[in-house]
């Protein structure tokens, strides 16, 4: 039973995962199409329309963070240094988009502007980052002794910068699918203009990703592409295509719902591939779940509060969803 | 590891917790605040309590956005630049962050949404609880972060094997000896914090003579909170203090200027503490009223910092100078909260200009008084992380200095920057004063997603709102 607690708190790390990248995903993307929106009265709605959520959604971030250093501190405390970059850049992306949510609704004339670009910015920054640090963790961190043994400099490759510009623009697809599901009128239109080039775009560099990672990394292409693996695995890609095309579709016949549902069902997929091609590592390809896993007692004293607390967490994030419930007006949340 | 390393970590992380305690005070304390107006507001219904509920929870809101975002830099910097330390300690404590999240920031951030801009679709009941859930989320987090900064000062509850801390025992470990001083220290001075914020503000209308009603049953209350709680908290730093002495004697002998180890300890008032000749310079002091005061007794044995070799010794200057800043604003406090006592007594607490004068400028007092606080304590744990255990300079990640150099630049500017954007917004909001009588309530019968809200309103924030009394 204690062997499998590490599986567990993976797949516990993993729906942290989820849940964050689906759901600051959608702020993040808001943000990132903000400034192209044609109107100050559309991005008033548009922020507004995230303006109740975006801490909850951003927690699951600390969630991530203090679920690694609670299960698996041995990744904690080798990513983190071999990401130091990325993730301070991260910081002060998220640093600016979550104070500009209050700042931005008290400034007028150039101040607000300033915002706006702090919003947009800081937004797309903390995508990017992301996919930079995302991108270097796919390929591969050497960690000699449980002790970070790179080069502070080592993400910054062309295969990091192709990740990082996939998530922007997947986040932006998950943003704007969430403006055609949360604003009416020219918000709404807007988000319906921008989800198909996001779309493609995601689909592009989730190709681009997809080819490159076996190429560079044997591990990577024997376990998708051998037998008896193939014979099964070629369902998760097949799955993305059809959603992708579902997205499309959905897009063409003006459903509010279904885009926003499909993006992040997209998004899972291209999650899951992730999670197939670094099975089993915690730290690719040197430190595995249970070599970056806590002492037993810890994952025990970590595990019942998991299992006791996320549920009540999860019913009370949806209750506050249901309290802001339908589509967002103006004149309401921040400016009133 | 790399002495420059380990050098810009610890400024860095000096500056970006410093920083950050701030926000978490300011929210403990003015979220405290709000529930209790709430509660006033639900008891008696006084319009004036819903006014000042309503003007502080746009102040709160500012403050919390700070605290949220220099928060979730702390999370990673533990990792970023003290990776020897997460890979160490985290049997123990890495799961004190996690049930941080858990059972503290999911709560804040469930009802934060509801708190700020709930009012209208929820009830008041519904409101009410989402302001106590935002509040009790705030001193939750309190609760984790502290057992686990106190476990680094007194750790306890655990074994080392192999160069690592594991966990023996849960609640020797989240309930270790400094635990429940340094928490209600802490959560004290937070409450502290964010009364002197109101009497900052309330204090201005009273000078300025704007919003008279309303910043009177503001200022009552917030003197009433702290004429409990500030003699309150010297009551507590003594209890503190004591604790300190049997578990870290080297910080309490850093903090007095105690060089040797004596019976009658002399009460050292000023001095300069030159480290390198291990004596006082210019010393003026007491004779034996540093025992009486740290062991309650004339002739108490009282260890000095000549008890450990130097490099065990923590840089002493400035522990010994931010203990002095914060005892003494703390009597300041002490004095304002007796001062405002005398007055109400004479009936003289509103309309005495100059104490409302005094009063609008010491709302910065409690923050640094927390500032120095902290320097105390993490200073004067200095040379360790953990204290005995784990030295500071083998914590840190193996990262580049240059990249480290470059973040701390960066987040010099960018936190320089807040702060100026903070006061600005905040000035902002107490310049335009609260909205006393609201010319249309919004009609409760808006159902969220059926109706369209009102759109009369979408913006605050013309320059024109700058206006002194405007809405008053």
Redesign the interface.
């Known amino acids: 039973m204690a062997s499998d607690l590490p599986f567990w708190f993976g797949i516990a790390m993993a729906f942290g995962v989820a849940m964050y990248v689906i759901s600051d995903g959608f702020d993040l993307g808001v943000g990132i199409l903000f400034l192209m929106a044609p109107a100050d009265s559309d991005r ?1 709605i548009m922020m507004n329309s995230i ?3 975006w ?2 959604n ?2 699951w ?3 991530g ?7 698996f ?2 990744a ?6 071999a ?3 990325p ?2 850049l991260m ?2 992306g ?3 988009r ?2 500009a ?3 931005r ?5 150039r101040g ?1 502007r300033a915002w706006d670009w702090a919003f947009s910015g800081g937004s797309t920054l903390a995508a990017f980052t992301q996919g930079l640090a995302l991108g270097a963790y796919i390929d591969g961190v050497a960690v000699e002794n ?4 790179g ?3 080592g993400f910054m490759t062309g295969f990091a910068g192709i990740v990082g510009l996939g998530l922007i623009a997947g986040y932006a697809l998950l943003g704007a699918t969430w403006l055609i599901l949360k604003t009416a009128g020219s918000p709404q239109a807007f988000g319906r203009r921008a989800a198909r080039p996001c779309l493609v775009l995601s689909l592009l560099f989730l190709l681009a990703i997809s080819i490159w990672t076996p190429l560079d990394h044997s591990y990577v292409a024997r376990r998708w592409f051998s037998a008896p693996n193939i014979y099964y695995l070629w369902i998760p890609p097949a799955l993305t295509v059809l959603v992708a095309y579902g997205i499309w579709r959905a897009l063409d016949r003006a459903r509010e719902a279904l885009p926003f549902l499909l993006s992040i069902a997209m998004f899972l997929l291209a999650l899951l591939g992730l999670g197939i091609s670094l099975w089993p590592y915690a730290v690719p390809y040197s430190v595995t779940l249970w070599q970056a896993a ?2 037993p ?2 994952l025990i ?2 595990g019942y ?2 299992v006791i ?2 549920p009540i ?1 999860l019913a ?2 949806g ?2 969803h249901w ?5 967002t ?8 | 590891m790399n002495p420059e390393t380990v050098l810009v970590s610890r400024i860095q992380f000096a500056l970006t917790i410093g920083y950050h305690i701030l926000w978490p005070a300011y929210s403990i304390g003015v979220s405290g605040y709000i529930v209790l107006l709430n509660g006033l507001w639900l008891a008696t219904g006084r319009a004036v309590y819903r006014d000042l509920l309503r003007f502080w929870i746009h102040l709160f809101a500012l403050g919390f956005a700070m605290g949220v975002v220099t928060g979730v830099v702390i999370s990673y910097e533990i990792g970023t630049n003290w990776g020897g330390y997460a890979d160490k300690v985290s049997n123990v404590i890495g799961p004190f962050f996690t049930y941080e999240v858990m059972t503290a920031f999911f709560l804040e951030a469930g009802f934060i949404g509801i708190m700020l801009f709930g009012m209208d679709r929820v009830g008041k009941g519904l409101h009410f609880v989402a302001c106590l859930f935002v509040a009790l989320g705030a001193l939750v987090s309190a609760f984790w972060i502290l057992a686990a900064n106190s476990w680094m000062q007194t750790p306890a509850g655990f074994t080392l094997a192999g160069g690592k801390f594991q966990i023996a025992d849960w609640g020797n470990a989240i309930f270790n000896p400094s635990f429940p001083y340094r928490f209600a220290h802490m959560v004290t001075a937070a409450y502290i914090a964010g009364a002197f914020v109101v009497i900052g503000v309330t204090g201005f209308y009273l000078w300025r003579r704007r919003h008279r009603e309303f910043a009177r049953a503001g200022f009552s209350l917030a003197m009433w909170i702290a004429l409990v709680l500030t003699p309150l908290q010297l009551y507590l730093g003594d209890l503190h203090g004591r604790n300190t002495l049997q578990y870290q004697p080297i910080k309490v002998a850093a903090m007095e200027g105690d060089w040797d180890t004596r019976r009658g300890q002399p009460l050292v008032i000023f001095a300069w503490p030159d480290q390198s000749a291990q004596k006082n310079l210019y010393e003026l002091a007491i004779p034996n009223a540093g025992s009486l005061i740290l062991t309650h007794s004339w002739n108490g044995l009282v260890k000095g910092l000549k008890a450990v070799p130097r490099d065990e010794q923590p840089p002493v200057p400035y522990v010994f100078y931010a203990f002095r800043v914060m005892v003494g604003i703390g009597a300041l406090m002490v004095l304002i909260a007796l001062a405002g006592l005398a007055l109400r007594l004479f009936g003289r607490l509103y309309d005495t200009r100059w104490f409302a004068a005094l009063c609008a400028f010491s709302s910065p007092l409690p923050f640094f008084a927390i500032l120095a606080g902290w320097t105390v304590t993490e200073v004067g744990r200095q040379p360790y992380i953990v204290y005995g255990y784990l030295r500071t300079a083998d914590a840190v990640s193996p990262v580049a200095p240059r990249a480290v150099e470059t973040s701390l630049a960066l987040f010099f500017i960018v936190y320089a920057v807040l702060l100026l954007a903070f006061f600005w917004y905040a000035a902002h909001i107490v310049f335009r004063g609260p909205t006393v009588h609201e010319p249309a309530e919004r009609p409760h019968a808006v159902r969220p997603g059926k109706d369209a809200a009102p759109a009369g309103r979408a913006v605050l924030g013309s320059p024109g709102d700058m206006s002194p009394g405007a809405g008053g």
């Open positions: 008033d303006a109740p959520i801490d909850g951003e927690t971030l600390v969630f963070g203090t679920v690694l250093i609670g299960a501190p041995v904690y405390a080798t990513l983190l240094p990401f130091y970059l993730l301070i910081l002060f998220l640093i600016f979550g104070v949510f209050e700042f609704f008290r400034a007028a004339g607000r449980d002790v970070f043994v080069s502070t400099w806590s002492s007692p810890t004293f970590l509060g998991t607390i996320v967490i009370y994030l209750y506050a309290v802001f419930r339908g589509k007006a103006a004149g309401t949340g921040y400016g009133h």
